[in-house]
């Protein structure tokens, strides 16, 4: 089992360029999310989607689009970066959202010049 | 406003100097609290979920015990090896069934041979 899976590793845009960063997950959980991690900032969720077929905002979903397009895919799209989205982007996911432990990828790293 | 605080921010210790971090929280019914380990470049591990006041979890050279206030995750004669971020969130309140967690901004433990 991979577990949980981000592609790209690492990207560098333009400001106004866009992006899809992609997640997939092996251990047939039903929850997904994304996640942004900055210094001083601790971990934000960004979109979450409790199960496939809907998602919902979190804490700071502005600039920011989400998929999830079977039970194993969740992809976060950024339509038009801006050097205030360079951050290291994680994806998780947990069994259901209720208790369950939430299970992270190894994150994407993007800068925005 | 629902808040996760941990102490603190750095900690040196010297191999085998057990110390305690601490984690902590202001969320109306907690319904779990959970520890994570994040390596330089990496994703977060899951270590630990605890759910209600007195509870204890072991693993190897740690311990995390939980009050109605405060999560406390205490290390037993370090090793270098244990040197990483240790990270504390709880579930937000409502969530019941999304999972959504609150993040505290991290301990770097470092740990010295």
Redesign the interface.
Known sequence: NAG?TQTPKFQVLKTGQSMTLQCAQDMNHN?M?WYRQDP??????IY?S?SEGTT?K?EVPNGYNVSRLNKREFSLRLESAAPSQTSVY?CAS?D????????????TRLLVL | EDQVTQSPEALRLQEGESSSLNCSYTVSGLRGLFWYRQDPGKGPEFLFTLYSAGEEKEKERLKATLTKKESFLHITAPKPEDSATYLCAVQAPGSSNTGKLIFGQGTTLQVKP
């Open positions: 949980v929850s999310y001083g900032m601790g971990l934000r969720l979450y409790a919902d979190g994680f947990s259901w959202g209720g208790r369950e432990t939430q299970y992270f990828g190894p994150g």
